[in-house]
């Protein structure tokens, strides 16, 4: 059974760039059924999707993030990842990784990973 | 950006009782339209996709209904595993997904 899950720094300095794994176990990045996204949460409050890509490097983003963020793929390593750059505070959120199903909803995710912005 | 309102923001209910969720698209999502419970500490599942489609391994007593604007999430049954934060979500203009802002279902 497919299973993700994510990795990276718990703290990350302002001004600097989060950087966010997501490892794909149980089955192949490659295939033709899904994208691979990034969700966040701040604590408490509701859900923000920020960006998705397919296998093959095909990329979308969420455009209120656009200009901060990289997604990437990495198909050797069945991973994908997430770049935020010139985080603040309102970056300290908890990141989840998920599958996209070609109709955009997310029908499997990561257990989720939090990330402070503090100096 | 499509904005999604659910509403009420919390609920509470006894086990066994109904619980009725609502969310309202701001413009016509067709029925392009996800939900998800969310337990404390826990990753969203996803529930109900197509607006009435329950996902794999979701029990029938979660419904959902609805097309256009406004959805419907009807749990007929609650059972203390329900109680939960759910979270509605449009993937009509896609890549542009939102989230509702959530409803929390509590213990009456």
């Known amino acids: 059974q497919m299973q993700l899950q994510e990795s990276g720094p718990g703290l990350v300095k302002p001004s600097e760039t989060l950087s966010l794994t997501c490892t794909v176990s149980?089955?192949?990045?490659?295939?033709?059924?899904?994208?691979w996204g990034w969700i966040r949460q701040p604590p408490g409050k509701g859900l923000e999707w920020i960006a998705s890509?397919?296998?093959?490097?095909?990329?979308y983003y969420n455009p209120s993030l656009e200009s901060r963020v990289t997604i990437s793929v990495d198909t050797s390593k069945n991973q994908f990842s997430l770049k935020l750059s010139s985080v603040t505070a309102a970056d300290t959120t908890m990141y989840y990784c998920?599958?996209?199903?070609?109709?955009?909803?997310?029908?499997?995710w990561g257990r989720g990973t939090l990330v402070t912005v503090s100096s | 950006e499509t904005v999604m309102t659910q509403s009420p923001a919390a609920l509470s209910v006894s086990p066994g009782e109904r619980a009725i969720l609502s969310c309202r698209a701001s413009?016509?999502?067709?029925?392009?339209l996800a939900w998800y419970q969310q337990k404390p500490g826990q990753a969203p599942r996803l529930l109900i996709y197509?607006?009435?489609t329950r996902a794999t391994g979701i029990p029938p007593r979660f419904s959902g209904s609805g097309s256009g604007t406004d959805f419907t999430l009807t749990i007929s049954s609650l059972q203390s595993e329900d109680f939960a934060v759910y979270y509605c979500?449009?993937?009509?203009?896609?890549?542009?997904?939102?989230f509702g802002g959530g409803t929390r279902v509590e213990i009456k």
């Open positions: 998920a599958r996209t199903t070609g109709d955009w909803y997310f029908d499997l």
């Open positions: 149980g089955g192949s990045i490659i295939t033709n059924n899904y994208y």
């Open positions: 890509i397919y296998y093959s490097g095909n990329t």
């Open positions: 413009q016509s999502v067709n029925s392009d």
């Open positions: 197509g607006a009435s």
């Open positions: 979500q449009q993937y009509k203009n896609w890549p542009r997904l939102t």
